[in-house]
């Protein structure tokens, strides 16, 4: 088998050239311009280098660093958060330009960077210990030194927290611990349309398409659902739906396989909750969120029927936040299941809680606060 090459950064300091890994979660592509920034390093100063393409390898105090990212964030939020040029004609084109210039706020951000051991140590004054978070995120530490975004790693140390404490789901009885680059169970009106809806007569076995953390499955195994086969391709996702089902106690209930949407066989129940948006996601985290080409869904609805046992139902949880924004139609979706060969048993709808639905300086306001979260009950034609 021919290994992938690592990749690799240069600079030069102190009139040395240097080389280390390059570590992104996201792909970014390494910086060809590295400069060097310490205690000195202004915010105005720093942002300028940032904004013209450079980059900064953090040599001071890590504190200092985190400091210096808020001042960035800040004036990245100033820069970017202003509407520039015409104001957007359509949902579509608001949606398209927030992302364009989330992506480039995110770019520049990224440029600031920070200095890692091989053992995961941080060579920096006051640095904290990262070691446990960027070993539950990258795997076990290797013989080579690395750069890495301070944005990534900060992110890292906050996904770790998250999966030491949990989020608590009364629906499961207990609590769900998401893994870096799994999507967090935050949103709960889901969860409260699989817990409410009617589990058809007699259902033995279930199918949890795109398990992620495994709520799902955690919520159907708590409903009483004997058996539930729970599948995901993403290796960090099989591992944090494990993880979960097993301190939950429902590991009798629940199997979790790799598989690229269905298991083997057929089942009476088949449940999914693909992402919502039909857009390229840029981040590990954004593939619970973002679909390009409504790629899951499509293959979900297509090939449900085949794996559906007779008279049973699938159960697609959607938002028609895509809707709303004008990247995908009803009259679409509503072509996709047709032509499935499935129909519309029912559909139990209802509204966001999530903060974003409240605030109107979002760009998106419009679209979230019209929002409907909707369980489609779906069966063979």
């Not at 999966?163 to 499961?172: C, F, I, W």
């Not at 429902?250 to 790799?258: F, P």
Request: with cysteine.
């Amino acid at each position: 088998m021919q290994s992938i090459p690592i990749p690799l950064v240069r600079w030069s300091e102190a009139d040395q050239e240097h080389v280390a890994r390059w570590r992104s979660e996201a792909g970014i592509a390494s910086h060809g311009d590295i400069r060097i920034a310490d205690d000195r390093t202004g915010a105005d100063d720093a942002f300028r280098l940032l904004e013209s393409g450079t980059a900064l390898l953090w040599r001071g105090d890590w504190v200092n660093a985190r400091h210096l990212m808020q001042a960035l964030t800040k004036r990245a939020d100033r820069r970017f958060g202003a509407q520039r040029g015409k104001a957007p004609k359509t949902p579509a084109e608001a949606f398209a330009r927030h992302r364009e210039t989330q992506g480039q706020r995110a770019a520049l951000l990224n440029r600031l960077l920070v200095p890692l051991n091989a053992d995961y140590t941080v060579p920096l004054r006051r640095a904290q210990d990262v070691a446990e978070a960027c070993h539950a995120a990258y795997g076990a530490p290797t013989d080579e030194d690395s750069l890495v975004a301070l944005r990534e790693l900060l992110a890292v140390i906050s996904a770790h927290e998250w999966r030491k404490k949990g989020v608590p789901v009364p629906a499961v009885q207990g609590r769900i611990y998401p893994h870096y680059g799994v999507f967090s169970p935050v949103r709960g009106e889901y969860v409260d349309l699989i817990a409410s809806a009617p589990i058809p007569a007699g259902c033995q076995l279930a199918f949890d398409i795109g398990t992620g953390s495994g709520i799902i499955a955690a919520v159907l195994a708590r409903r009483g659902v004997p058996q539930i086969i729970a599948t995901d391709q993403d290796v960090r996702a099989l591992a944090c739906a494990g993880e979960n089902i097993e301190q939950l106690g429902l590991a009798a209930a629940v199997r979790i396989v790799k598989a690229d949407l269905f298991p083997e066989g057929k089942a009476p129940l088949v449940v999914c909750n693909p992402p919502w948006l039909p857009a390229q996601p840029t981040s590990p985290v954004e593939y619970a969120v973002y679909d390009p080409d409504s790629c899951m869904l499509r293959g979900f609805l297509a090939g449900l029927a085949a794996h559906l046992a007779d008279g049973g139902e699938g159960w697609l949880i959607i938002s028609d936040i895509a809707e709303l924004l004008g990247l995908r139609s009803r009259e679409q979706l509503l072509a996709w299941i047709a032509e499935a060969g499935l129909k519309v048993i029912g559909r139990l709808d209802t509204h966001p809680k999530h903060p974003k639905a409240q605030d109107a300086s979002d760009p998106l306001h419009a679209a979230r606060a019209a929002e409907v979260t909707s369980l489609w009950r779906l069966g063979k034609t």
